[in-house]
Nanobody
């Protein structure tokens, strides 16, 4: 299992930027994919972006394309999500997650989850 701890959330005005970080520790060698999900009140948890740990291939949800950038610093064991041009509809609890399986949009396929960090855009 891996342990994940998110940070970097906060409140920002529309059009602003935030950078989320996710510190990853534990048995990282088995991790094939790390991802960012978000969950708004009353909504299901949805994948925003992911990156394969082998090769670095990325995926972005349509809502994130052109505005968000996922990256990973393997030397620091940290996952990032650069969020630009934020909109009120980006308001949600953001989670990082890890899986030993290939990247997928299915949340239950991810065995490691952080506690979440709140992003509020007004």
């Amino acid at each position: 299992h891996v342990q994940l701890v998110e940070s970097g959330g906060g409140s920002v005005q529309a059009g602003g930027s935030l950078v989320l970080s996710c510190a990853v520790s534990g048995n990282e060698r088995d991790t094939a994919c790390v991802a960012w999900f978000r969950q708004a009140p009353g909504a299901e948890r949805k994948r925003i972006a992911n990156i394969a740990t082998g090769g670095g291939r990325t995926y972005y949800a349509d809502s994130a394309k052109g505005r968000f950038t996922i990256s990973r610093d393997s030397t620091k064991n940290t996952l990032y999500l650069q969020m630009d041009s934020l909109k009120p509809e980006d308001t949600a609890l953001y989670y990082c997650a890890a899986t030993v399986r290939p990247c997928t949009l299915i949340a239950r396929e991810y065995s490691g989850w952080g506690q979440g960090t709140q992003v509020t855009v007004s």
